[in-house]
């Protein structure tokens, strides 16, 4: 199956059609009168599909098991055609389309079982998915373009030349991947006064945002939030409550951090862990999401 543990979890729905058509006006009236020999059909139909979506994954190999957390099925009856409206709605890291198209399919299936003793000629077509709503896709095209990004690693070790970065490459892989320029990607000392300055200086600069990784733990070094505590007019409180529940769902340690988030000015800016896995985790967690906000610093939408 395809790797969603990097996912975040949001609502998903899916809306899916099918569509019945009977041979005869007689088969329409036996299904409004409830004299088809075999039962009711759009009840009995209706919970097969219900039935049916709960086991979408036993029967495609590549889909997840996935909390199925709402389904309804409606009827549309037009003339000789039954059109079938299946939703599903769910919380989780990944769509619910497949589910919603086999729901629909089991019950055009169940309602062709229960009607073919007295109708020889039914046809089930049109199953397909007719909307759906939920994951980044809702939402990539509503950020702006324009966006410029600082990133910052606070350590000795990598500063004094004793270790690679691999964290910063990381936040500025994920950022390229959002579509934010790179303005600057520097590698400072774990020192008050330097991290203060490039904050400073950035936000002086009109950049955008702000990430810093490193120096965010509990050993004496790690200095960065309380350098850039007291720079920030507002700490956005969201992104670091959503950083740390990321984290803690993948490893025992997160709870540690010490993440910060806040902006100066128009500048948004972001204090990550230090360690690789970390500092991609917590890129994962808010991004592309996090660029929302600035349409609320700055305003008009770019396309």
């Known amino acids: 199956m395809v790797d969603i543990t990097h996912k975040v979890t949001t609502l998903r729905t899916a809306v899916s059609q099918a569509i019945v058509k ?34 979408t994954p036993d029967i495609l190999p590549d889909c997840h098991p996935i909390p199925i957390e709402f389904t309804s099925v409606e009827y549309e009856i037009n003339g000789l055609e039954i059109t079938v409206l299946f939703t599903v709605k769910t919380i989780y890291k990944t769509g619910v389309e497949v589910e919603a ?16 003793p ?3 000629g039914i046809e089930i077509s049109t199953i397909k998915l007719l909307k759906k709503k939920g994951g980044k896709s809702d939402f990539k095209d509503s950020f702006r373009k324009d966006l410029k990004a600082a990133v910052v690693v606070c350590s000795d070790t990598i500063s004094a030349g004793h270790k690679e970065d691999k ?13 934010v320029s790179i303005a600057e ?7 008050i006064d330097t991290i203060q300055d490039k904050a400073k200086t950035y936000q002086e600069q009109g950049i955008d945002m702000v990430i810093y990784t490193g120096g965010t733990g509990l ?3 790690d200095v960065t939030p309380e350098a850039l505590l007291p720079l920030l007019d507002r700490r956005v409180s969201g992104i670091e409550e959503a950083i740390r529940s990321y984290g803690q769902g993948r490893m025992p340690f997160a709870m540690l951090s010490r993440s910060v ?16 896995n970390g500092a991609k985790e917590s890129m994962d967690a808010i991004f592309p999401a ?4 600035f349409r609320i610093l700055k305003g008009a939408r770019h396309d």
Do not use: Q, W
């Open 22 to 55: 009977v041979s005869k006006p007689e088969t329409i009236e036996a299904i409004k009168n409830d004299t088809v020999p075999k039962g009711n059909v759009f009840a009995m139909s209706k919970a097969a599909g219900l039935l049916g979506v709960k086991r």
């Open 290 to 293: 996090v660029l929302h906000s």
């Open 118 to 120: 007295i109708d020889k």
């Open 185 to 191: 990607y520097v590698i400072i000392p774990d020192e």
């Open 167 to 179: 964290a910063g490459k990381a936040i500025i892989e994920k950022l390229k991947s959002c579509n």
């Open 219 to 221: 050993s004496g070094r």
């Open 261 to 276: 988030a806040g902006t100066m000015g128009d500048t948004l800016v972001l204090a990550l862990p230090g360690s690789t």
């Open 101 to 116: 198209m086999h729901g629909a399919s089991v019950v055009a299936l169940n309602m062709y079982d229960m009607l073919k």
